[in-house]
């Protein structure tokens, strides 16, 4: 089943991800910069090697992100959830994320942190402006 075409909406309109990342039973947040890669129905982004989350990925690769619309109005709000599984791209496919993070994001193109790939195993999209409390389901075929 393809990915719901108002969550890649959502997903394109930012930029910013929360990110966690889980070490034992330590569960960690941090905010990301991403680029959006539907054909693989991927998030792209960098993360230098000295952060927690980095390090966390290397140890764990299931991952919990959620991106937000911030606002007050209850009728505007809208918000993604998701699951997913965190790697580092290798050959073909990092080549194909290194462009589309640096055609979102020119100026990482002089970044020395590497690249991930987040690929979307489940989200759950919340859209008020759709009914209060709508949600929208998604899950990556088995």
Not at 58 to 65: G, I, L, Q, T
Not at 93 to 116: E, G, H, M, T
Not at 122 to 133: D, H, Q, V
């Amino acid at each position: 089943m393809e990915i719901d075409r108002r969550i890649i909406s959502f997903i394109k309109k930012h930029h910013v991800l929360t990110l966690a990342t889980f070490d034992g039973n330590q569960v960690y947040c941090s905010n990301v910069f991403y680029a959006y890669d539907t054909e693989n129905n991927a998030f792209i982004f960098y993360s230098d090697d000295k952060t927690k989350h980095f390090n966390d990925m290397k140890k764990n690769e299931n991952v919990a992100a959620s991106i937000v619309l911030e606002t007050k109005i209850v009728g505007k709000i809208q918000g993604l959830q998701l699951n997913g599984t965190a790697t580092q791209p290798k050959n073909e496919i990092q080549k194909r994320c290194y462009k589309i993070y640096v055609k979102r994001f020119p100026y990482a193109i002089i970044s020395k942190s590497d690249l991930w790939m987040l690929e979307i195993t489940f989200a759950k999209y919340t859209n008020n402006m759709l009914g209060f409390g709508k949600k929208i389901i998604w899950e990556k075929s088995k």
